[in-house]
Structure formats: C-alpha cells, structure tokens
C-alpha cells in the first residue's frame, strides 16, 4: 500500500484496524458479545492531531472509513474518541491478545485488496485534516489497574492519564503506585482503572492510565471519594507516596476524552448495549 503524503502512517492504520478491538477496563473485546470484559493483553493506540476548524470534516472522513469496513465485510471493531481538553485529538484504540495475534492481523488484511485500495483513497482525503499522527503500542499491567470490569457500550467518556517515569526509577515508580492501589481497596474507591506500559512508539519508560466514565457527572463525586482515599493513605502512606512521585516522575498529563460513534466501527453486541447512542436512526427530512 503506498503512503499518503498527507498522513505518514496509512498502512499501519488499516492494519491497527484491522485487529480485534478490546479497550480497558473492560474496553471490551466489543466482537459478538456485551457486557463486561477484561483488557488486552495488548492495546494499540492511533492518534490523530486534527486541525483547527476540522473537526467535522475529519468525522466525515472517519465515517467514510467504517463504511469501507463494513462494505468490505471485516469482522474487526474499533472505538474511537475525540479530546474534550487538551490538543484537538482522536483517538482510536484496539487491542490484541498477543505479538502473534497482531501479525497475523496484519497479514490478514493485505489479502483484502478492495477494501485496502478503498482505504488507502481515504487516508488521502483524511491527511488534508491532520496536522500530525502518532502510534504506540502498550501491554496491559493487571498488577497495577484497579477495580471491576466496565461494560464499555455504556460509556461515554474517558480520562487518560499520562506518566512519564524517569530512567532506571520504575521499580520505586511501580512501587508507589502499588501503596495508591491498597488505599484504593482500602477506602472502596468508585471507579475502575487499567494501567498500560508503553512498549513501543514514545518514550520511555511511559505508562498510560485509562478511566472509563459514564458521565462527566462522574467526576463531581470525586472530592468525597479521594478524601476516602487520602484518609486511607494516612499521614505518613501520604508522605512517602509524595516521595515516591516526585522523585520517579518527570511529568504528568491529563486529558478527557468523548466516544464518538462517527469515530467508531462498533460491533453487534457493543451496538445492542446502547442502540440509540450507537447506531442512532437518521433524523428525519421535515414534511414539506
């Protein structure tokens, strides 16, 4: 497939989209099925930086995309979601559940040579809105995430945060994120996290937290449940884990993000769990 000149990374992308999309936590395996399910192994992330003024254009184009994949009969899903804060952002995420099950993914897709020529005509005209692309590939850290499994086609946003951890200081940096998560059982916090370790894409070492939420209302519940937190930590469990940070990060970033169904290739069973969000029915033309 030859390169767009507008987007670097044309080829990559089919092929990330071409693959089983499972987002955490429970960012689901979104194929046949609903309901809750457990994170990837492996989570690809595609970011696109879109230029001001084009955002509607580039859902356009988004939307065009998940059309060629159902024209082209691919049985493969993925989520996609657009930055409330921040940068002007898309995301689209997909997960696999092993380097093997993500090269024969990729190997899959270059015998479907309809759909990669639709494709490859689409990443043209989706290039004209970008102002830059990015990959990385991340493996999911159970022993560092929290809580239960999320039904992901009853989200609606998404809060990722950001460690950049400095060199030679991931052990005290694991550690300390370890003493946050006891607090976390220890005080019932109510929302659920999957940690990610970046593996390849940006630099490291990297770790990407993900937080699904229903609603934004979500986060206005927070001030009592990180009291919760703190007063589990304790004088001194808050002291050291201060330490800890300041002395492991060399920065932290936060953004929110919305699914987006324009940006999306949802499954059957990730449509079913919300159909009218999802799949909604297009409007219809006033009588004349």
Known sequence: MKHSPFSPFPAFRLAFFMAPVLLAPSLATLRAQGGPQPPPPLLMVYREAVKPGHGAAHAATESAWSRALAKGKSSEHYL???????????????????????????????????????????????????????????SYRKDLSYGPDVEIGKMRYMRVRTFRVKQGMTKAFEDAVKMAIAAYEKSHFPASFAFYEVEAGTWSPTY?????????????????????????????GRKAMQKAFVETVNGVSNQLFAFSPKLSYPSPGLIASDPAFWAPKPAKEPAK
């Open 208 to 236: 990407v937290v993900l937080r699904p939420m229903k609603s934004l209302a979500d986060m206005d519940a927070m001030d009592t449940a990180n009291k919760a937190f703190m007063d589990a930590l304790g004088e001194e």
């Open 80 to 138: 996609g979601m657009s930055s409330l804060t921040g940068p002007s952002e898309a995301w689209f995420c997909m997960g696999f559940r092993s380097y093997a099950d993500w090269e024969a993914k990729q190997q899959e897709q270059e015998k479907n040579m309809a759909l990669k020529k639709e494709v490859d005509a689409i990443s043209q005209k989706d290039g004209e809105h970008l102002s830059e692309a990015q990959s990385f590939l991340s």
